[in-house]
């Protein structure tokens, strides 16, 4: 790290044991500076599980979707042995990319689009023309790169660290609410929303973790119905936190909502319908509300630029939302959330920002700046 960069290192200690009555932002360097985003990616985006879909994406054998990774190029694809992998789709022959980003679908195989080398559902190489000849080359050999990957309660994990411990473990605390992922074929996935917005990781991150914008950049959206004055229950483990917005049921917006889902209380493991806000560190986000549960996968592809690939479950019969009803939109907000990140990363950027201080709502931000301060600094430590 460069010597003028050393201070934004050095200012990671001081939110180590910092009290929630003293709880502020990182500071604006933290947000914009490369060489310190070169640090998170190493130790953090490099070394961690992250969440990048839900198999209901890949239910058939040859199912597939690719994602650009932190610099990986890779698809989840299903195999005919019903195995799930994550393989990297870099051409074993010139580094040509035997899927594109974003490209989703199903095949029989992968053919590589510069000279038709092709690949079984398991990575395997199956066909390569005109290589008779060469000494070393055996297309047996031949296969496309795996990555670690977890299906944890039916949610894709993957980890570019190979020796990572596994993610389960982790998150053993979280087992029984996270059932409600894996809800079998008789629940689908809706709305598939993936979109790049410009701005810094961690202020996306952040605006996932507090309900307290809901009556600002959500007022005619979440706050109609799950208003910010409701922000209750703030809990947290070393690798998660979780927050709820209780539905005010004194609004008609959420008396709409649980009469369309057909919730009972239990259902969804809530005694009060909420949106219960669950944070896997570092930006793996999940929301279960009264007859549905979302996923927000969210990963930086710059220091300045963030992949939002985010889906829902919903049992299948479910009658879909009233397509006019905005408010009931869950996407619209993430709209909202993006569409204001611009503005935000323009702000970091300012010789006049400085970091402010947070309410107790914030506090699920509080324990994940903690989080990535231990994992740098741990980090930096062991490599002197
Ligand atoms: S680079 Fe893929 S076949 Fe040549
Ligand atoms: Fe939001």
Avoid at 28 to 38: I, K, L, V
Avoid at 94 to 119: I, Q
Avoid at 141 to 168: G, M, T, Y
Avoid at 307 to 322: I, K, L, T
Wanted: aromatic share 12%; charged share 25%.
């Amino acid at each position: 790290m460069q010597m003028e960069e050393q201070p934004l290192l050095a200012a990671l200690q001081s939110y180590l044991d910092l009290p929630l009555e003293r709880i502020r932002t990182f500071e604006p360097g933290h947000y914009t500076s490369g060489e310190f985003y070169d640090l998170e990616v190493e130790h953090i985006w490099k070394k961690q599980w992250i969440n990048v879909g839900h198999v209901s994406e890949v239910r058939k054998p040859g199912d597939y979707f690719s994602i650009d990774l932190i610099g990986e190029p890779m698809m989840i694809v299903r195999g005919k042995d019903m195995q799930i992998r994550a393989l990297s789709t870099v051409c074993r022959h010139r580094y040509m990319l035997v899927a594109m980003d974003k490209e989703s679908g199903n095949k029989n195989s992968f053919r590589c689009p510069y000279h038709h080398w092709t690949y079984a559902t398991d990575g395997k190489l199956v066909s390569a023309t005109y290589m008779e000849g060469h000494e070393e080359f055996d297309a047996s050999k031949v296969c496309l790169p795996q990555f670690r990957i977890e299906i944890w309660n039916d949610l894709i994990w993957v980890n570019l660290d190979d020796a990572a411990e596994p993610l389960a473990p982790r998150l053993s605390a979280l087992n029984d609410l996270f059932s409600v992922y894996s809800c079998g074929d008789d629940w689908d996935m809706t709305n598939l929303y993936d979109k790049v917005w410009p701005g810094n990781w961690k202020n996306f991150t952040e605006n996932n973790m507090e309900g307290y914008h809901h009556m600002g950049l959500h007022k005619n959206t979440l706050e109609t119905y799950s208003p910010t004055r409701n922000t209750a229950n703030v809990t947290y483990g070393e690798w998660w936190t979780r927050y709820q917005v209780l539905y005010d049921m004194d609004l008609e917006p959420a008396r709409d909502l649980i009469a369309q889902s057909n919730w009972q209380p239990g259902d969804m493991h809530q005694d009060e319908p909420c949106l219960d806000i669950l944070m896997v560190h570092p930006g793996n986000a999940f929301v279960i509300y009264p007859g549905g549960a979302g996923f927000y996968a969210l990963w930086p592809t710059a220091v300045d630029e963030v992949r939002y690939r985010a889906g829902s479950v919903r049992p299948g019969d479910m009658e879909r939302f009233d397509p006019d009803g905005e408010a009931y939109d869950s996407f619209r907000a993430l709209d909202e959330d993006g569409e204001s990140m611009p503005h935000i990363a323009r702000g970091v950027q300012s010789s006049r920002a400085a970091a402010g201080y947070l309410t107790w709502m914030e506090e699920p931000i509080l324990r994940w700046m903690q989080w990535i301060s231990r994992r740098i600094l741990e980090g930096e430590t062991a490599k002197q």
